[in-house]
């Protein structure tokens, strides 16, 4: 991030800071998280961009361009350093492992390998159609930012495992603890924080869909710089028939920029999934084939070639497309995400998915 963005960052955040706490301090080039050390605290902040610990302060420092990730977990922040203080276990090993580092483990829920400049991660909870638990959310931010300093990966591919499913949303048990107006915009904080991570990746990233590819998983998808399907790929985000919930307003962004308002309500009103062909039709995928180890292929093929062309071409109109987006997005879009997540609808939506039923709306 350039000075000038960085100074547009801090000025953002000094006419909106966190609220007074006295484990937060403002410096003069960032924010400092004077909490001490924990594995907890280092597995909550790594995937926010640039937070690093600093041994000498022993504080953690983020950039003022990272305050909106850090503003998404600061009560979790807060809690588990309040905990640090009583068992301060500040680290005597080496640093942790690259966050580039393959992960092979076929009992990981996320796999990452590099190959010939590309990386490959794939979604890898194949029995739950690869639903996403925070935890491959945020391996999957890690990724993304790492790519930044890691000049050797020219691309990235994401798949799901097996060829049920590219990922069928957010796992619903991680709702279970939603109890708090908090507790929802945290969610949709974090989860936009990991979207903006893809999207803003440096470097191209393409969606090789087998299967189904719903709600979390089609804004993943939503964020790739090319989707490419096999025929048997459905799109769609049925949380008008399930759960009762809604999309974040960066999420519909990106949906109206793709294909339209008009498309994304009739596929968010009727709850249908989007077959692959149709989906072709209407922009959501650029190439539809046969089946998902032909679809690998390609996917492997595609991501050789754009890796073969100029970075700072692609990275620029990535980026360039990004902010005419982005420029036309209020700042304050919290009411609608609140009367979803808060009302009685969304707590009926989950126990009725749970409990195998058909939900009973009441619009309230």
């Not at 924080?193 to 990746?201: D, I, P, S």
Request: with cysteine; aromatic share 8%.
């Amino acid at each position: 991030m350039s000075d000038t963005a960085e100074e547009r960052a801090r000025d953002a955040f000094l006419s909106n800071p966190f609220p007074a706490s006295p484990w937060v301090k403002i410096e003069k080039d960032g924010i400092a998280i004077a909490t001490g050390y924990s594995e907890a605290l280092e597995r909550l902040l790594r995937w926010v961009p640039k937070a690093r610990w600093r041994r000498d302060t022993r504080s953690w420092h983020v950039p003022f361009s990272g305050a909106d990730a850090v503003r998404a977990v600061l009560p979790e922040v807060i809690r588990l350093a309040e905990a640090a203080q009583e068992l301060d276990d500040t680290p005597k090993a080496a640093p942790m492992a690259s966050p580039l580092e393959a992960q092979q483990d076929p009992s990981a829920e996320l796999l990452f390998r590099v190959e010939d400049g590309v990386g490959y991660i794939t979604f890898n909870r194949p029995q739950a159609r690869n639903a996403l638990t925070f935890g491959m959310y945020e391996r999957l931010a890690e990724i993304c930012i790492a790519t930044e300093s890691d000049k050797t990966i020219k691309a990235l591919v994401l798949t799901g495992a097996g060829d049920k499913a590219f990922a069928a949303g957010t796992d619903i048990s991680q709702f279970k603890s939603f109890k708090t107006a908090e507790d929802a915009l945290a969610y949709e904080a974090r989860i936009d924080h990991v979207l903006g991570a893809l999207e803003g990746c440096g470097v191209p990233t393409i969606a090789a869909i087998a299967g189904a590819c719903t709600g979390g998983g089609g804004a993943i998808a939503a964020c790739c710089d090319l989707r490419i399907g096999a025929a048997n790929a459905k799109f769609g985000f049925p949380i008008a028939r399930t759960l009762g919930n809604c999309l974040s307003l960066g999420n519909y962004a990106r949906l109206a920029a793709l294909i339209g308002p008009a498309r994304v309500k009739d596929i968010i009103f009727t709850a249908r999934l989007v077959d692959a062909q149709e989906a072709r039709a209407i922009g959501l995928l650029n190439e539809v084939l046969v089946d998902a180890d032909s679809l690998a292929q390609r996917a492997g093929a595609l991501a050789k070639l754009v890796a073969s062309h100029a970075p700072l071409t692609l990275r620029a109109t990535k980026q360039a497309l990004l902010r005419l987006r982005q420029e036309s997005l209020p700042k304050d879009a919290e009411d609608f995400v609140l009367m979803c997540y808060m009302s009685a609808d969304f707590r009926e939506g989950m126990d009725a998915f749970l409990s195998k039923r058909p939900p009973q709306w009441q619009g309230a």
